[in-house]
């Protein structure tokens, strides 16, 4: 067997141990069901509906993958005035008690760009927002993208596997997100010759953000998002003149990491733009500070890299170029090939489990990332949770931020809480 087939061989065996299954997506839609009757007993969220969105909407998630789920509110009452967020905030934290004891590592993660409840049920880690009608629309834009050509769905299940297996796909410990990697996937499709896609503004020649925060009735804006991504994707596939390209899924993995593995030197003068599908000066952009520069195509100029760390960026650059070696060998078997493109749990889903720690040679040292220690029991839970309620939303942004984690664990539910 040639060296391409075997590596085409190991990603199909890989892509097949990853993938959900039809009882995954019943499960999602489950947890999405009762997440709905939830809220529908709640008074505060009266009219609303739970809307899933992420890879699970995009058709992007593995087995494993999280749900990210919006409750819309009715009438088109998201707003960006500091009332709705406050709003917003408070609705979140009431669900976050109401959800208590009914799922797992129950988390309200308050001080951020977009608050979330987080929590697992039937093994799913689900984030939790309000109004969350950006995402919703990336999703679509993603779905869309990836109905015109199978091999980009592919591929990103793919890229975000082998970045977990090399522990370079964690945003909290200074890596990659998975959406970044996603924009790289996009970006090399749009720069492989012939391109498979195109730079994304023929698909939408605007800004998607910003166009979503002009005021009107929000279903006008998306139905105009809509049927003009759909037009001219219609129009990119319908082209007869367009050049095709029927590279196979290893030729294109094997051109994914030669083009990134000297992204370390490329990053300091370059960013990557999926939205002109080009790598563009990074004086084109505000002066930044971040260690690599993609740009969010559906939210410019945003940086969707910003959390990648520059003392993590020399890690990156050996994770592509040792795998570019790896996967361009002509003496690769898929023993060899297997420990850095795929995480044990998916080894051990095709039985290919090492016979030794440590005999797979792929990079499985484990970043430091920090979390909080304290530890409270159950009944100084429930007494945090009774002090804090009563008081009115700008009193407990004011004086304190609190993260609570809760967690079934035998002896009753403990909670992790922060304060500054």
Known sequence: MSAGMVLE??????????????????TRNQIIDELQTIVHSMDIFRGAIVEPFGSFVSGLSTRWGDLDISIELPNDSHMSSTAAKKKKWLMLANLSWILTG??????????????????????????????????????????????????????????????????????????????????LVIFHFQTCVPAILPPLEDIYPGDIGRDLKVKGVRADVVRKITETCAANI?????????????????????SFFSKFSDISRKSKDLGICPYTGKWEALSNWEPHTHAIFIEDPFEQPLNAARTVKASLMRKISEAFETTYRRVS???????????GLARPRVLKALGRMPSRAGSYGGNH??????????VASSSQVQQQI????????????????VLFIWEDMNQGISVNIKVT
């Not at 007869?240 to 993995?253: D, I």
């Not at 040292?365 to 304290?374: D, E, R």
């Not at 009774?386 to 931020?401: A, E, G, S, V, Y």
Request: proline letters at 4%; glycine letters at 4%.
């Open 9 to 26: 061989q190991t990603l199909d065996d890989i892509l097949s141990a990853i993938k959900p299954s039809q009882q995954d997506l019943i």
């Open 102 to 183: 009914r799922f797992h590592r129950l988390e309200f993660v308050a001080y951020v760009k977009v608050p979330i409840v987080k929590f697992r049920s039937r093994g799913i880690s689900c984030d939790v927002s309000i109004d969350n009608l950006s995402g919703q629309i990336n999703s679509k834009l993603l779905s869309w993208i990836k109905g015109i050509d199978e091999r980009f769905g592919d591929m990103v299940l793919l890229v975000k596997e082998w970045a977990k297996a090399q522990q370079i796909n964690n945003s909290r410990c200074g890596s990659f997100n998975s959406y970044s990697l996603t924009l």
């Open 234 to 254: 219609a129009k990119w596939k319908s082209n007869r003149y367009r050049p095709v390209n029927r590279r196979s899924l290893s030729e294109l993995s094997i």
């Open 329 to 339: 060998s002509t003496n690769q078997t898929e023993a060899s090939l297997l420990p």
């Open 365 to 374: 040292n484990k970043m430091n990332c920090s979390v909080v220690p304290n």
């Open 386 to 401: 009774q002090n804090m309620t009563p008081q009115p939303l700008d009193m407990i942004q004011r004086n304190c931020f």
